[in-house]
């Protein structure tokens, strides 16, 4: 990618207005990950991508979480709404991302102390890890280099079966994740121009 920029505080403050994309892209960046309080509605499509009105190699993707300690539930779940939001992006097979604030002279995001911080961000991970059989965390950037390649991969057939291309400018890429197809309840799985059976 040309550059990734993390758009939740850095640059729009959770908001992704089109200006501000094209703005990114215009600067020389290939995509945003925009925050969660007013999206741009490309963003909470259902798999993050190629943005609709943006140059096709800028991707976007919509921050889904922010954990902080005071939006934790009294009682004995206290991470109910982070466990459901966590559960919808699975069944929907849709990437998830959560992240957190550092500590910072002025505000503490609601959390006790650095301990209680880091004990409820281990009780969400391994959350994550009994819900999914084997969940892989990437860092934004490479989430970010996997939905564009993803965005540039297409579907052909031709006598021998089903196969996936890539167009010139990602072909021969660093791969981070394999592909897979999903049709009609079964998933095929393989590399750029591997013949799907």
């Not at 499509?45 to 979480?65: D, I, T």
């Not at 650095?114 to 989430?143: V, W």
């Not at 052909?156 to 021969?172: H, R, T, V, Y």
Request: proline fraction near 3%.
């Amino acid at each position: 990618m040309r550059k990734i920029i993390l758009s939740l505080f850095i640059i729009l403050f959770f908001q992704t207005p089109s200006y501000a994309l094209q703005a990114l892209y215009d600067e020389g960046y290939d995509g945003c990950i925009g925050g969660i309080i007013r999206n741009d509605p490309d963003f909470l499509m259902a798999r993050g991508g190629l943005l609709s009105k943006m140059n096709e190699c800028f991707v976007g993707h919509s921050q889904q979480v922010m954990l902080h300690g005071d939006c934790i539930l009294g009682g004995d779940q206290p991470l109910k709404i982070y466990h459901q939001s966590f559960d919808y992006a699975y069944e929907s097979q849709t990437l998830y991302g959560f992240l957190d604030h550092p500590f910072s002279d002025r505000y503490q995001y609601g959390w006790e102390n650095e301990n209680s911080r880091i004990k409820t961000h281990q009780d969400f991970i391994q959350y994550i890890k009994t819900k999914a059989k084997k969940p892989i965390f990437l860092s934004e950037e490479d989430a970010l280099d996997f939905l564009k390649l993803k965005s540039n991969i297409n579907i052909k057939q031709d006598k021998e079966g089903f196969f996936l291309m890539a167009s010139d400018e990602i072909s021969g890429a660093n791969q981070i994740l394999n592909f897979s197809i999903e049709y009609r309840n079964k998933v095929f799985k393989g590399e750029v121009g591997e013949i799907f059976s």
